[in-house]
């Protein structure tokens, strides 16, 4: 045996071994070719003229579309040293070089789509740079009467949510209620708010909270009702009070069902907070896409559509990383 392995080659050192990191990481390279083209396409191919006046910042966009390629490429030699949640990316920074590079082909550079309904994204680096101020008033607008009302809802939902699951006293006079009220969708009551509140934000902040409370107060309702009966029984045994049943035992265990309940609020919030921003409230993204719109600037109403969806997003992703903070002690028994 030992003399076997005595025949045997040396092992190579370490330092001689394939580094794995040295492989390149091709799909970030695919994205710089595709970023290149783009930067390429804006620089050298001439605009077609719309109506009287040519489309600006079209050298601007190419210098950054080239800048982004060459990052790219960069990280692209790094291999698999590059950060593993950019590497996940890869497959959309592709798509999105070759997305922005057609849309720039077909609006810009071709004169394919009618002008001025649709613009190239040149265009839209023009209103960020140009109107940034009042686009930036009406994202602050939205989010503070957004979060004022989803605060409201939120809050009211939970409190009435365990109450009827904890009380049956409660259920039997608020739960008819909620099954009449909720189902109608607080759009449709836009026109009575505004009667009947003293300005149109105290009407928007009502019917983004209804929006809200709704689905919260079902979801924790149901969270609350479906708890395991063993668990306050344990709980007694060891003398717990009922103020300590409710605070430490039915809230904590409905709390995933809480969470989903502000998701579906969040959502609806979003779409009452546009709706009544477009309707009457003086101020917002709503009401910046009316007033683009009677202007017939449709960039900005493009631009104020990637700013809705970007918060829109944004939020969700942040009650996402709140709900992974609020439940970690329940991952090892919780399927997300």
Sequence with gaps: MSAVLDSLP????????????QRPWWTGGIAALAWAATGLLTLRVPNQAAGFSDWVYTDE?????????????????AGTRTPARLRTVGPWLIALGVGLGAWEL?????????TPFFAPPTALAEVVVDDWRRLGDSTWNSLKLLATGVAWGAATGFVVGVSIGWSRAVGYWVHPLIRFI?????????PLAFFVFPSSHA????????????????LTWSGVAGVNRNYYDVARTL????????LRV??????????????????????ILITAEMMGVKSGLGWYLSWAQGWAAYANMYTALIVMALMCSGLITLLFVLRERVLSWQKGTLKW
């Excluded at 077909?106 to 394919?112: C, G, R, S």
């Excluded at 009407?203 to 079902?218: C, N, R």
């Excluded at 003398?239 to 409710?246: D, E, M, Q, R």
């Design 61 to 77: 966009f190419g210098i950054a579309a080239l800048a982004v390629a060459a990052l790219l490429f960069l990280l692209a030699l």
């Design 182 to 190: 909720g189902p109608v969708p607080a759009s449709a009551l836009l």
């Design 250 to 271: 039915a809230i904590p265990a409905a709390l995933p069902q809480v969470f989903v309940g502000l998701f579906m609020g969040l959502g609806a919030a979003f779409s």
């Design 203 to 218: 009407a928007a902040v009502f019917l983004i909270a209804l929006a809200t409370g709704f689905p919260v107060a079902v």
């Design 239 to 246: 003398g717990a009070s009922n103020t300590f049943l409710v």
């Design 10 to 21: 040396d092992p190579l050192p370490l330092a001689q071994l394939p580094a794995r990191s």
């Design 106 to 114: 077909v609006t810009a550079k071709l004169a394919w789509l009618p």
